[in-house]
């Protein structure tokens, strides 16, 4: 095979040659071949030169002429290469159809309008209605709550606040910062109407922690975040919970044998959750346990080792189906994972107009404005004495579940496009192509878990799939006569 030298290779064995040649002949070599290599160098470097510029030139790219033939080029700035001209250079620019532009959408409001006053409210306003403040002295478990935040600041503050209110430690509460902003948040250089925003200001001032994933993670790899987060802060146990929900403590329970005695908060109701999960492990009880559900994973206790032992969360499976992928193979492992009841815990897809009501706020009332006939009447006067009360809370709060669902399943995720803002700021996205992107990786994720496991849809154990039989079954759907694999009536 012949070998391809490269022009210096063969300027060393020219010099070498000449200088061979002239000892044979007995002949003075030092002077002859230190011009000769001088004159060789030289040619070379031209001849590397005029090589280079034919390739470039070739390729598209320009040559910035002052460095061709230059011996000293200087690191990374060797040439001024136009990357995106590949190609040729006759190619015709193609008409361009744009899709229709995108309906507006009403300015967000500040949705805790006493957050933002100067000077800020004191501390002791922003805390739990007596009832259901968290003891003075953390409770020996260790209870970090995690919530997830991409899109929509109202709708996560309100979240926060809601679970301050059911008795949350503030200090135990974590916003995850998921918006692949790197830190524009944190330095304030985004604006309300900007999908991304997030105020640490205000997280601070309620005394909430804010952490920040390194880049924007996919719901899977959000839920791995959690697990090296907990591996990091040694948190054998964790609570995650979605942001568009509202929560409540069961504050009308009364009990018959301490009738005069507030009831359990929520907070407190999970704590005991905890204690007796983990005070049956530590008993040795031979039942292992995973996940522990209040409304389904709306509010979610881990056992972290549980969860690392099966692999953690599958992100080859971004979105929708990674929690059936992770559910199953954990149920295939033996563990359980069960489901209480600690509080009232809403899905919900709008905002109050004022978050203060939630902590009972003199002045702050109960209300939100969710485009129905009912609201228009509403009287927006408020008695600066006034303070809501739980039934008022628990009653919006149910309206607006129902409003959240009142088109259907499909449309419970209109939340996540209401700020269509930011234009100009750091990292700008599109919200309604980000949107659009987010609803094909949905897809593409469901047409993994079918591959992986031969069948479309979260029913896998109940038609006798088991953990083994990953990316080892053939399609149980024909894909020309019933859809592709994130199609079908099962997910």
Same mark, same amino acid.
């Given at each position: 095979?012949?070998?391809?030298?490269?022009?210096?290779?063969?300027?060393?064995?020219?010099?070498?040659?000449?200088?061979?040649?002239?000892?044979?002949? /007995?002949?003075?070599?030092?002077?002859?071949?230190?011009?000769?290599?001088?004159?060789?160098?030289?040619?070379?470097?031209?001849?590397?030169?005029?090589?280079?510029?034919?390739?470039? /030139?070739?390729?598209?790219?320009?040559?910035?002429?002052?460095?061709?033939?230059?011996?000293?080029?200087?690191?990374?700035?060797?040439?001024?290469?136009?990357?995106?001209?590949?190609?040729?250079?006759?190619?015709?620019?193609?008409?361009?159809?744009?899709?229709?532009?995108?309906?507006?959408?009403?300015?967000?409001?500040?949705?805790?309008?006493?957050?933002?006053?100067?000077?800020?409210?004191?501390?002791?306003?922003?805390?739990?209605?007596?009832?259901?403040?968290?003891?003075?002295?953390?409770?020996?478990?260790?209870?970090?709550?995690?919530?997830?935040?991409? /899109?929509?600041?109202?709708?996560?503050?309100? $979240?926060?606040?809601s679970y301050i209110a059911a008795g949350w430690p503030a200090e135990d509460i974590w916003v995850v910062e998921n918006t692949g902003v790197m830190d524009a948040n944190r330095r304030g250089r985004l604006s309300l109407q900007n999908p991304f925003y997030l105020n640490h200001t205000q997280l601070g001032m309620l005394g909430v922690n804010v952490i920040m994933t390194p880049t924007l993670l996919t719901f899977s790899q959000l839920q791995n975040f959690y697990l090296?987060?907990?591996?990091?802060?040694?948190?054998?146990?964790?609570?995650?919970?979605?942001?568009?929900?509202?929560?409540?403590?069961?504050?009308?329970?009364?009990?018959?044998?301490?009738?005069?005695?507030?009831?359990?908060?929520?907070?407190?109701?999970?704590?005991?959750?905890?204690?007796?999960?983990?005070?049956?492990?530590?008993?040795?009880?031979?039942?292992?346990?995973?996940?522990?559900?209040?409304?389904?994973?709306?509010?979610?206790?881990?056992?972290?080792?549980?969860?690392?032992?099966?692999?953690?969360?599958?992100?080859?499976?971004?979105?929708?189906?990674?929690?059936?992928?992770?559910?199953? /193979?954990?149920?295939?492992?033996?563990?359980?994972?069960?489901?209480?009841?600690?509080?009232?815990?809403?899905?919900?897809?709008?905002?109050?107009?004022?978050?203060?009501?939630?902590?009972?706020?003199?002045?702050?009332?109960?209300?939100?404005?969710?485009?129905?006939?009912?609201?228009?009447?509403?009287?927006?006067?408020?008695?600066?004495?006034?303070?809501?009360?739980?039934?008022?809370?628990?009653?919006?709060?149910?309206?607006?579940?129902?409003?959240?669902?009142?088109?259907?399943?499909?449309?419970?995720?209109?939340?996540?496009?209401?700020?269509?803002?930011?234009?100009?700021?750091?990292?700008?996205?599109?919200?309604?192509?980000?949107?659009?992107?987010?609803?094909?990786?949905?897809?593409?994720?469901?047409?993994?878990?079918?591959?992986?496991?031969?069948?479309?849809? $979260?029913?896998?154990?109940?038609?006798?799939?088991?953990?083994?039989?990953?990316?080892?079954?053939?399609?149980?759907?024909?894909?020309?006569?019933?859809?592709?694999?994130?199609?079908?009536?099962?997910?």
């Amino acid at each position: 095979m012949r070998r391809h030298l490269s022009t210096q290779a063969r300027h060393r064995r020219l010099v070498l040659a000449v200088a061979a040649l002239l000892l044979f002949l /007995r002949l003075p070599t030092c002077s002859l071949v230190t011009a000769l290599s001088r004159s060789v160098t030289q040619w070379a470097d031209e001849h590397d030169a005029f090589l280079a510029q034919s390739v470039f /030139r070739r390729r598209g790219w320009r040559v910035r002429a002052s460095q061709a033939s230059s011996s000293q080029q200087e690191p990374l700035d060797i040439w001024e290469a136009d990357l995106f001209a590949w190609g040729s250079r006759d190619a015709v620019p193609k008409q361009k159809f744009y899709k229709p532009a995108s309906g507006k959408s009403r300015p967000v409001p500040d949705p805790f309008p006493l957050l933002s006053r100067n000077p800020p409210p004191r501390g002791a306003v922003l805390r739990a209605p007596r009832g259901n403040r968290p003891p003075k002295r953390h409770v020996k478990e260790k209870t970090v709550l995690f919530v997830g935040f991409t /899109r929509n600041w109202p709708q996560l503050l309100q $979240c926060v606040v809601s679970y301050i209110a059911a008795g949350w430690p503030a200090e135990d509460i974590w916003v995850v910062e998921n918006t692949g902003v790197m830190d524009a948040n944190r330095r304030g250089r985004l604006s309300l109407q900007n999908p991304f925003y997030l105020n640490h200001t205000q997280l601070g001032m309620l005394g909430v922690n804010v952490i920040m994933t390194p880049t924007l993670l996919t719901f899977s790899q959000l839920q791995n975040f959690y697990l090296h987060t907990a591996l990091s802060t040694h948190h054998p146990y964790f609570f995650w919970t979605h942001q568009d929900l509202l929560v409540f403590t069961f504050e009308n329970d009364t009990s018959p044998i301490h009738p005069h005695q507030p009831p359990p908060s929520l907070y407190a109701n999970a704590v005991a959750t905890l204690r007796h999960l983990t005070a049956r492990s530590a008993s040795g009880n031979t039942t292992k346990w995973a996940h522990h559900f209040f409304a389904y994973d709306h509010l979610t206790l881990v056992n972290r080792d549980a969860v690392l032992s099966v692999g953690g969360w599958d992100t080859h499976i971004p979105f929708y189906a990674s929690d059936c992928d992770t559910y199953v /193979r954990l149920m295939w492992a033996g563990f359980a994972q069960g489901e209480s009841e600690i509080g009232i815990i809403f899905d919900v897809g709008s905002v109050m107009t004022d978050l203060g009501a939630l902590l009972r706020i003199r002045g702050a009332k109960a209300r939100v404005d969710l485009g129905l006939d009912d609201d228009d009447g509403e009287d927006n006067k408020v008695d600066k004495g006034y303070v809501e009360t739980w039934t008022g809370l628990v009653e919006t709060a149910a309206r607006m579940e129902e409003a959240k669902y009142a088109h259907g399943n499909a449309w419970r995720n209109t939340w996540q496009v209401k700020q269509r803002g930011g234009q100009g700021e750091p990292f700008y996205r599109d919200a309604d192509g980000f949107e659009k992107g987010v609803k094909m990786w949905i897809d593409a994720g469901r047409s993994v878990f079918a591959e992986k496991w031969g069948h479309r849809g $979260c029913d896998v154990a109940n038609v006798g799939i088991k953990g083994e039989d990953a990316w080892r079954l053939e399609r149980d759907w024909d894909e020309e006569t019933e859809g592709l694999g994130f199609q079908g009536s099962s997910w």
